[in-house]
């Protein structure tokens, strides 16, 4: 079984930072791409930034020039970095991989953790 863990999630003020991690275990032969979404109350879940196993990155408009991902492959964990959080960035944060799991390629989805901007 594999398991995604996000962590990092907390109650911040405007312009204030956040980093939250996301740790990968279980049997995994490789992960590909690892990202981070979010959903906010009312709405679809969204993308904030992806990284591939090279390193490309992306990132949703409102998460640019603030945001930052990265990882760490031999801890098999994926960060984002946000910064100048806004109240809109407020939302419950999951990590997500696609990874290769008895040869086979699967998506996976952590449990979310919650980021809350607020005054």
């Known amino acids: 079984q594999v398991q995604l863990v996000e962590s990092g999630g907390d109650l911040v003020q405007p312009g204030g930072s956040l980093r939250l991690s996301c740790a990968a275990s279980?049997?995994?032969?490789?992960?590909?791409?690892m990202g981070w979404y979010r959903q906010a109350p009312g709405k679809e879940r969204e993308l904030v930034a992806t990284?591939?196993?090279?390193?490309?990155?992306n990132y949703a408009d409102s998460a640019k020039g603030r945001f930052t991902i990265s990882r760490d492959n031999a801890k098999a964990t994926v960060y984002v970095q946000m910064n100048s959080l806004k109240p809109e960035d407020t939302a419950v944060y999951y990590c997500?991989?696609?990874?290769?799991?008895?040869?086979?390629?699967?998506?996976?989805w952590g449990q979310g953790t919650q980021v809350t901007v607020s005054s």
């Open positions: 279980g049997s995994i032969s490789s992960i590909n791409t």
């Open positions: 997500y991989c696609n990874a290769v799991e008895r040869r086979r390629l699967r998506g996976y």
């Open positions: 990284i591939t196993s090279s390193g490309s990155t």
